[in-house]
């Protein structure tokens, strides 16, 4: 028996997800900030108190102490202490100007005080994996429903605590925190979905669909065929191209295909291996298959891949 991996781990490792420390906001009620949509993903901890979130196009949502929101694309909202009224823009110079001794980002008035945790994300938008695509604008998780035992509420003690202190690297830690938050915060809203939705994330929670897709991210130089894979997780042929298809929305090789082309973009970007190597690791017998199916899949074949990477990497230096 092979090793097998999370297929989701190994996409938010694929997608370099990275976040850091936006703001810790000291909102004392009237208050209300306005954030414009974000090129990577945004995220809100309540540390304590409450607040309320507003979303185009949504209804208003509470947040209270212990809940979080992720918003996966960088949608546009709005932050405050009521669900309604005006609210000041985010800016550089309005986050200095609140900036207190002590780095908090104070907003408001006289009224009830509330304590958010505010990060942002970056990711690697050259990875073609449609993860990020197929969640909601926003993933909510109650600080109420969430067992207090549970590895995301466990995450937030930690990061209450360095909030709260001053001690030597407090700044990496809660970065890092941050990090880890994000991998929480999407595997628990993909625990407590129950819908029938066709989708990569749906595939996940199938028995047997998760482990075909567990086994491929373990192995996906092997030179698996579609009878390989369904006597690996134990169901016949048929089956496996059907409820693989169903679920997945493709094939499993066609899948596979498209998931080795991510590994190997990623690779063409950070290294400077050869493409022959690349291609071996990857699961191709030589170079001309791999750059025939580069082509197809990523419309460039993998040396003008390379050269447009580097140039877009020098013009943003």
């Known amino acids: 028996m092979m090793d097998e991996r999370c297929p989701l781990d190994d996409v938010l490792d694929l997608l370099r997800v ?3 420390l936006m703001a810790h906001v000291r909102g004392n009620a009237p208050w209300g900030l306005r954030l414009p949509r974000a090129s990577g993903a ?23 102490a212990g809940d979080v929101i992720l918003l996966p694309t960088g949608a546009a909202h709005v932050l405050s202490s009521d669900p309604t009224g005006t609210a000041q823009a985010w800016d550089r110079a309005a986050k200095a100007r609140a900036l207190n001794a002590r780095g908090e980002l104070v907003l408001g008035g006289p009224g009830r005080s509330t304590h958010i945790a505010c990060a942002a994300y970056t990711y ?15 993933l909510f998780i109650s600080g109420q429903e969430t067992p207090e035992g549970s590895a995301a509420q466990a995450t937030l003690r930690l990061l209450r605590h360095e909030l709260a202190v001053r001690s030597s690297g407090r700044d990496t830690v809660i970065d890092r925190l941050i990090d880890v938050l994000f991998v929480h915060v999407i595997r628990a809203w993909i625990a407590g979905q129950h819908d029938n939705d066709m989708s990569w994330l749906s595939a996940l929670r199938d028995p047997t669909i998760g482990r075909a897709l567990s086994v491929l991210h373990a192995r996906p130089e092997a030179s698996w065929s579609l009878d390989a894979l369904a006597r690996e997780v134990n169901v016949s042929r048929a089956t496996l ?7 997945v929305g493709e094939p499993p090789l066609s899948y596979l295909a ?7 973009a990623r690779e063409l970007r950070e290294t400077t291996d050869a493409v022959s190597a690349i291609a071996h690791r990857v699961g191709y017998g ?18 003008r891949y390379r050269a447009e990477a580097r140039r877009r990497a020098r013009e943003a230096e």
């Not at 191209?241 to 679920?247: D, I, K, Y």
């Not at 498209?258 to 190997?264: E, F, G, N, Q, V």
């Open 258 to 264: 498209r998931w080795r082309m991510d590994l190997a």
């Open 18 to 20: 990275r976040g850091a």
């Open 286 to 303: 030589s170079e001309f298959a791999f750059s025939r199916a580069f082509s197809r899949i990523r419309g460039r074949s993998p040396g």
């Open 124 to 138: 690697d938008r050259e990875v073609a994996h449609p993860l990020l695509s197929l969640l909601p604008a926003a």
């Open 42 to 64: 945004t995220f809100h901890a309540v540390i304590a108190g409450a607040c309320w979130v507003r979303i185009p196009g949504q209804r208003p949502r509470e947040l209270l």
């Open 241 to 247: 191209m059907r409820r693989f298809t169903a679920l």
